[in-house]
């Protein structure tokens, strides 16, 4: 299919609605990690605007850090880690940022990527959970919100590199309604 079949559909989580969860998994953050310093890992790109806004309402100390991985293509074992973390983790909490977990297979290596380095608790934050896509079973422990197997962009979810600065996270519409449908079970449409 080109670029050209596939349309902004309706608004699944408007930004009030982001910014609700955001503040919520903040103050869980907060009670948890009050007493540590972790090294918070965003996964680029999509994590950024999650990232960004979650951080800044954090009120314990902690370390940013980035990694960029290529994606899990066709025959591959595994990712490959084309921008890895500079901090040293060893010792470390690790707290995973991601946009959104689906199939788990990006997550769990990094889950045991961080694990062989750190040798304590990593743990992973989500903004979007996607179970109904899972391969590989993987835990996720906070996450601001589920949702069905829908293709969505915005707030740095893109589709080929298009829609990642919508400030609200949108259905991405296919020519033959799929997602449509699967909005109305939820509701939003």
Known sequence: MSREEFQLGEVVFSSAEIKEKVTILAQKLNEEYAASQPVLICVL??????????????????????????????????????????????GREVLIVEDIVDT????HFLINTFQKK?????????????????????????????????????????????FRNLDEIRVLKDPYGRSTQILKKMGKE
Request: aromatic fraction near 12%; proline fraction near 2%.
């Open 45 to 90: 790109k999509g994590a950024v605007f999650f990232t960004v806004d979650l951080s800044r309402k954090l009120s314990f100390d902690f370390d940013l850090e980035f990694i960029a991985l290529s994606r899990f293509r066709s025959g591959a074992e595994k990712a490959v880690i084309e921008k890895d973390v500079e901090t040293e983790l060893k």
């Open 118 to 162: 750190t040798l304590k608790r990593v743990r992973v934050c989500t903004l979007l959970d996607c179970p109904a896509r899972r391969i590989i079973d993987v835990s996720v422990d906070y996450s601001c919100f589920e949702i069905p197997d829908i293709y969505v962009v915005g707030y740095g979810l893109d589709f080929r590199g298009k």
């Open 104 to 107: 788990g297979l990006t997550l």
